[in-house]
């Protein structure tokens, strides 16, 4: 290899099932091609079943990993996930204010199976301190509805939605939409520089899943660290979610993860 590769930045919290979390982002981030720092946020206790057990570490810990590691290396972009509170959170928007790359910041509060992620307020501090900074947004509905005060059930609702997040100041927002009615199962909604996008999902891939939002995100920070624009960027995250998805096998008893070691270029 001749020149060294970009390096990607994930804060978030430990799934040591490796299906979600910092394990699922450093795998999609070295499967890229990029180089993966991490910084944890919080410890989980859990299997691909569910999170039984969640511990935070101290703000100023999060704060004096940050600042050690970008007081010497220079990511090309970075990824935020679970956080755990709203202090964290604050701490993490005060440095994405002072950093010169872009963040993909995905709000995971609540995981599907167990117990949640964060505690307080931690909404407002998104909305405050850290959508202002966010190069894009990637909720899913439920987290879309809590951000933007409405429900999100319908293809409708995640436009409108998706309008009043950016209005917090967030480049782009990528809602994520799941089941949403009125549309196939896996289309997105995408708001970017005011135009929004319905993304089709490449391939809809039966069964329950964990840690896909994880891949999602670390995905598309990748591709944007290589130098590729932000839609390009989603359109070929996405993709490449959908064959992780499409090859995923058990890792234990619960939910598959996706695929890290599936290979970028081919198809589902
Ligand atoms: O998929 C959301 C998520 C993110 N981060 C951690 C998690 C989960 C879901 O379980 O455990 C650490």
Redesign the pocket.
């Known amino acids: 290899m001749k020149t060294a590769p970009p390096i990607v930045l994930t804060v978030?919290?430990?799934?040591p099932?490796g299906?979600?979390?910092?394990q699922?982002d450093l795998k999609t981030i070295h499967q890229h091609g990029a180089y993966g720092a991490a910084v944890p946020t919080?410890i989980?206790v859990?299997d691909s079943v569910?999170?039984g057990r969640?511990e935070l570490l101290p703000v100023d810990l999060v704060r004096a990993q940050l600042s050690a590691l970008l007081s010497d290396l220079a990511p090309a972009a970075a990824k935020a996930?679970?956080l755990g509170s709203p202090e964290t959170v604050r701490a993490l928007g005060a440095v994405m204010e002072e950093t010169p790359f872009s963040w993909v910041v995905?709000p995971?509060w609540l995981?599907?199976?167990?117990v949640p992620?964060s505690t307080g307020d931690t909404i407002a501090a998104y909305k405050d301190a850290v959508l202002p900074h966010a190069a894009l947004l990637t909720p899913n509905a439920s987290e879309a509805g809590a951000l933007a005060e409405m429900p999100v059930r319908t293809l409708d609702d995640a436009r409108a939605a998706a309008e009043r997040i950016a209005a917090f100041g967030a480049e782009a927002v990528l809602i994520k939409g799941g089941h949403l009615e009125g549309a196939d199962r896996g289309t997105d909604v995408l708001l970017h520089r005011g135009e929004l996008d319905v993304l089709k999902a490449d391939a809809i891939v039966p069964g329950r899943f964990?840690?896909?939002?994880?891949a999602l995100s670390a995905a598309i920070a990748s591709r944007i660290a290589f130098g590729v624009r932000l839609a390009a960027a989603v359109e070929g995250a996405k993709a490449w979610l959908a064959g992780a998805l499409a090859h995923a096998f058990p890792v234990g008893r619960g939910a598959k993860p996706a695929n890290h070691l599936w290979p970028l270029d081919e198809k589902p």
């Open positions: 978030a919290g430990s799934d099932s299906g979600a979390g910092l699922a919080l989980t859990q569910e999170v969640v996930g679970a995905d995971v995981p599907s199976r167990g992620l964990h840690g896909t939002g994880c």
